[in-house]
């Protein structure tokens, strides 16, 4: 039943990329999957490398949540130890775990008595950490270490590919909003210029001075002087009669 649960997550995690999803929502059924996956397992956290800090991104359960706040704030624990030794870590009694000693006594006071963290590896990276939590004692034995680390490979390609997919959304967004602002400053240069006669340089600087003074971007000026010159626009056709009388 163990390997039944495993080729379903694994199953899921396959599919996990081919629905645009946000990388959030993916992030958080790599999560599930691991609980639905991994025996004994009662919930499930995701820990992201950024600018090589641990930083939790998602969490199956709010238990999870606030295990790890507790992990973050005291800089102690599986999820910390598993990154930096690129080694499994696992315990099945945290109260009294001296590996951890100010964070296992926090966590057991929280009736959160097992975990399983695995690192998430690739060739030549470590890209975060999945840590999976009971709140039995010793609810991690052998056959779910080896369940979990199975699982673990896989989930570390989807997490990376989630990562980069989000990455290159974020860098298109971006290029998308440069083009989309530049033609709008271009615009208000040419307004600048007709009004005023002056060079692209000058309009250009005169753009500048704008937006120093009221301490917003360019683009931001740009776009107001544009919209202002729309509005009066149509306001000149609404106040011009349809045509010469009869």
């Not at 639905?36 to 930083?55: F, H, K, Y």
């Not at 034995?141 to 990376?160: K, T, W, Y």
């Not at 989630?162 to 440069?178: F, G, H, K």
Request: aromatic share 4%; with cysteine.
């Amino acid at each position: 039943m163990n390997d039944d649960d495993l080729a379903v997550g694994l199953a899921g995690l396959s599919g996990l990329l081919t629905g645009g999803r946000p990388l959030r929502e993916t992030l958080i059924h790599i999560a599930e999957f691991a609980v639905a996956a991994i025996p004994g397992a009662q919930g499930a956290g995701l820990t992201m490398l950024e600018d090589d800090r641990p930083q939790t991104v998602v969490a199956s359960a709010d238990f999870v949540r606030a295990v790890d706040d507790v992990q973050y704030r005291l800089g102690e624990g599986p999820c910390l130890l598993a990154v930096a030794t690129r080694a499994t870590q696992t315990s099945g009694s945290l109260g009294g775990e001296a590996r951890w000693p100010r964070f296992g006594p926090r966590v057991g006071r929280l009736g959160v008595h097992s975990v399983l963290s695995l690192p998430l590896l690739l060739p030549e990276q470590v890209v975060g950490a999945l840590n999976v939590y009971a709140h039995e004692k010793n609810a991690f034995g052998a056959d779910a270490v080896r369940i979990g680390e199975l699982f673990a490979r896989p989930a570390a390609v989807s997490v990376h590919n989630a990562m980069v997919l989000a990455q290159s959304q974020r860098l298109a967004d971006q290029l998308e909003e440069a083009l989309h602002s530049r033609a709008v400053i271009d615009q208000a240069l040419g307004i600048i210029m007709s009004r005023t006669g002056a060079s692209p340089d000058e309009a250009f600087d005169r753009l500048r001075t704008m937006s120093q003074a009221q301490h917003v971007k360019v683009a931001e000026v740009a776009r107001v002087l544009v919209a202002e010159a729309i509005r009066r626009a149509r306001s000149r056709q609404a106040a011009e009669p349809d045509g010469p009388p009869r």
